[in-house]
């Protein structure tokens, strides 16, 4: 995962990670929500790692789903 850093990567680099997770995770799901995408840019922007991405991207839907 190292290679996903921030300190590793570009922010154009950034943007072709997500682009490509978003075109993968939409092949079998809705689009993802706006705290989703925003929580994307932050990464793309530098502000966040991806690893906290995924934690607070799965942390969401697991709340969402004890919800239900």
């Known amino acids: 995962m190292n ?12 943007k072709e990670i997500i682009k490509s997770a978003l ?9 993802p929500s706006d705290d989703v995408l925003e929580l994307a840019k932050q990464y793309i922007d530098g502000n966040i790692e991806i690893d906290e991405l995924q934690k607070r991207v799965l942390e ?4 969402k789903g004890e919800s239900k």
């Open 23 to 31: 075109g993968i995770s939409l092949l079998g799901a809705k689009m």
């Open 3 to 14: 290679k996903y850093l921030v300190s590793e990567t570009t922010k154009e680099e950034r």
């Open 60 to 63: 969401k839907y697991n709340k």
